[in-house]
Nanobody, 116 residues
Framework: QVQLVESGGGLVQAGGSLRLSCAAS????????IAWYHQAPGNQREFVAR???????KYGDSVKGRFTISTDTSKNTGYLQMNSLKPEDTGVYYC??????????WGQGIQVTVSS
Protein backbone atom coordinates (compact mmCIF):
# COMPACT_ATOMS: atom_id res chain seq x y z
CA GLN A 1 0.00 0.00 0.00
CA VAL A 2 1.02 3.61 -0.51
CA GLN A 3 3.01 5.28 2.28
CA LEU A 4 4.08 8.86 2.94
CA VAL A 5 7.70 9.51 3.81
CA GLU A 6 8.66 12.88 5.28
CA SER A 7 12.09 14.47 5.13
CA GLY A 8 13.82 17.84 5.40
CA GLY A 9 13.46 18.62 9.09
CA GLY A 10 16.26 19.61 11.42
CA LEU A 11 17.69 22.28 13.70
CA VAL A 12 17.90 25.90 12.55
CA GLN A 13 18.31 29.32 14.13
CA ALA A 14 15.46 31.82 14.22
CA GLY A 15 15.06 33.51 10.86
CA GLY A 16 16.32 30.48 8.97
CA SER A 17 14.55 28.26 6.45
CA LEU A 18 13.69 24.61 5.94
CA ARG A 19 11.90 22.73 3.21
CA LEU A 20 9.86 19.71 4.24
CA SER A 21 9.00 16.98 1.75
CA CYS A 22 6.17 14.46 1.80
CA ALA A 23 6.71 11.77 -0.81
CA ALA A 24 4.41 8.93 -1.78
CA SER A 25 6.15 5.56 -1.83
CA UNK A 26 4.38 4.40 -4.99
CA UNK A 27 3.85 6.50 -8.11
CA UNK A 28 0.83 4.39 -9.09
CA UNK A 29 -1.24 6.32 -6.55
CA UNK A 30 -1.68 10.05 -7.16
CA UNK A 31 -2.10 12.66 -4.47
CA UNK A 32 -5.35 14.60 -4.71
CA UNK A 33 -4.75 16.96 -1.80
CA ILE A 34 -2.09 17.52 0.85
CA ALA A 35 -2.16 19.16 4.26
CA TRP A 36 0.48 19.88 6.90
CA TYR A 37 0.00 19.95 10.67
CA HIS A 38 2.22 21.13 13.51
CA GLN A 39 2.36 19.76 17.03
CA ALA A 40 4.41 21.85 19.43
CA PRO A 41 5.75 20.26 22.63
CA GLY A 42 2.88 19.83 25.07
CA ASN A 43 0.30 21.20 22.62
CA GLN A 44 -2.39 19.77 20.39
CA ARG A 45 -1.86 19.23 16.69
CA GLU A 46 -2.64 22.40 14.72
CA PHE A 47 -3.41 23.08 11.09
CA VAL A 48 -0.58 24.68 9.12
CA ALA A 49 -1.43 24.55 5.41
CA ARG A 50 -3.29 22.63 2.75
CA UNK A 51 -3.53 22.52 -1.03
CA UNK A 52 -6.38 20.86 -2.88
CA UNK A 53 -6.48 19.04 -6.22
CA UNK A 54 -7.20 22.31 -8.04
CA UNK A 55 -4.13 24.00 -6.60
CA UNK A 56 -6.03 26.17 -4.13
CA UNK A 57 -4.07 26.66 -0.92
CA LYS A 58 -4.97 27.78 2.60
CA TYR A 59 -2.76 28.65 5.57
CA GLY A 60 -3.03 28.94 9.29
CA ASP A 61 -2.81 32.49 10.61
CA SER A 62 0.52 31.93 12.34
CA VAL A 63 2.35 30.97 9.12
CA LYS A 64 0.78 33.27 6.53
CA GLY A 65 3.44 35.13 4.60
CA ARG A 66 6.18 32.80 5.85
CA PHE A 67 5.28 29.27 4.68
CA THR A 68 4.38 28.07 1.20
CA ILE A 69 2.73 24.75 0.35
CA SER A 70 3.20 23.17 -3.07
CA THR A 71 3.10 19.89 -4.96
CA ASP A 72 5.12 18.31 -7.74
CA THR A 73 2.80 16.05 -9.70
CA SER A 74 5.61 14.40 -11.63
CA LYS A 75 7.25 13.31 -8.36
CA ASN A 76 3.99 12.69 -6.48
CA THR A 77 5.44 14.77 -3.66
CA GLY A 78 4.20 17.60 -1.47
CA TYR A 79 6.39 20.34 0.00
CA LEU A 80 6.27 22.90 2.76
CA GLN A 81 8.73 25.76 2.34
CA MET A 82 9.30 27.31 5.76
CA ASN A 83 10.92 30.76 5.85
CA SER A 84 11.55 33.25 8.65
CA LEU A 85 11.29 30.46 11.18
CA LYS A 86 10.47 31.32 14.78
CA PRO A 87 11.04 29.38 18.01
CA GLU A 88 7.25 28.92 18.18
CA ASP A 89 7.49 26.83 14.99
CA THR A 90 9.39 24.16 16.90
CA GLY A 91 7.69 20.78 17.01
CA VAL A 92 6.74 17.79 14.92
CA TYR A 93 5.28 18.31 11.46
CA TYR A 94 2.94 15.77 9.92
CA CYS A 95 1.74 15.61 6.34
CA UNK A 96 -1.58 14.11 5.33
CA UNK A 97 -2.45 13.27 1.73
CA UNK A 98 -5.53 11.98 -0.03
CA UNK A 99 -5.19 9.37 -2.76
CA UNK A 100 -8.75 9.15 -4.06
CA UNK A 101 -10.13 5.62 -3.84
CA UNK A 102 -7.10 4.52 -1.81
CA UNK A 103 -7.98 6.98 0.95
CA UNK A 104 -5.80 9.20 3.13
CA UNK A 105 -2.39 8.56 4.68
CA TRP A 106 -0.30 10.25 7.35
CA GLY A 107 3.43 10.82 7.19
CA GLN A 108 5.56 9.56 10.07
CA GLY A 109 6.16 13.06 11.43
CA ILE A 110 9.41 15.01 11.32
CA GLN A 111 11.07 17.18 13.96
CA VAL A 112 11.74 20.87 13.39
CA THR A 113 13.64 22.77 16.06
CA VAL A 114 14.15 26.52 15.88
CA SER A 115 16.59 28.04 18.36
CA SER A 116 16.52 31.63 19.61
Amino acid sequence: QVQLVESGGGLVQAGGSLRLSCAASKSIFSMNAIAWYHQAPGNQREFVARIDSDGVSKYGDSVKGRFTISTDTSKNTGYLQMNSLKPEDTGVYYCNANFGNVGSRWGQGIQVTVSS
